[in-house]
């Protein structure tokens, strides 16, 4: 089993979208291979800083836990693929 370090190491791929007016407006970011991981912001920049930071809380629980952590393999998706 991969220690925490080695998990927030791990380069999962994001999945962003711009949120659309009627939506709220922002951009809303995904981790496809973590479900559930879902966050927004007003400005990509912190969609993809609060998403990672829930991210990133998430690995460390299910860690702490000595949960089964998916390993990245979205390969369909890009770092920053916008839908």
Known sequence: MKTLQEYLALDYPIKVRELMTAEGGG???TFP???????????L???IEDATEAKNGWLE????DGKVV???NSAQ???KDAL
């Open 33 to 43: 291979d973590l479900k559930g991981i879902i966050d927004t912001g007003e400005t």
């Open 77 to 79: 998706y890009g770092k």
């Open 45 to 47: 920049e912190e969609a």
């Open 61 to 64: 629980i299910l860690v702490a």
């Open 27 to 29: 951009w809303l970011v």
């Open 70 to 72: 998916p390993e990245p």
